[in-house]
């Protein structure tokens, strides 16, 4: 039941997805060339709706689903490496027109060339997994 439940949101999240145009190659087009404000709006939203919940569960000491306290660590404030990491994930994301997330989402709606960015990035995840430990991580 468990794993239906996961299904079924999973699909009303790529209808989401797919009806407020977030998957659109032409909306993240325009994102990258700074035409349009949609895009940059939807990303806004999300971190603002993510800030506000991380403090609700700081301020209200919420419980995860199997009972245990959410435990948010304290991040520093600017650090390089995720900024390099973000810059090589948005070089990516302008060069396919798609982020990772919705890849399962723009394949199910029919753009079947997309199946070549997932071999990518299954690739290169693949990729990180075997050299992680090899990486100046910290």
């Known amino acids: 039941m468990k794993n239906v439940i996961i299904l079924v949101a999973g699909v009303l999240f790529g209808i989401v997805l797919t009806k407020a145009e977030i998957l659109s190659w032409y909306r993240i087009y325009e994102m990258f060339r700074f035409e349009s404000f949609h895009m940059y709006g939807v990303i806004g939203s999300a971190v603002v709706i993510g800030w506000l919940m991380i403090y609700v569960i700081r301020k209200t000491g919420m419980k995860g689903a199997s009972g245990q306290p959410i435990v948010i660590d304290p991040k520093p404030r600017f650090v390089v490496k995720p900024l390099v990491g973000g810059l ?7 060069m396919t027109g798609a982020c990772p997330g919705p890849i399962y989402t723009i394949i199910g709606n029919g753009y079947f060339v997309f199946i070549v960015v997932l071999a990518a990035a299954l690739l290169g995840t693949f990729t990180y997994g075997m050299v992680a430990s090899k990486l100046p991580q910290k």
């Open 88 to 94: 090589i994930f948005g070089l990516g994301w302008a």
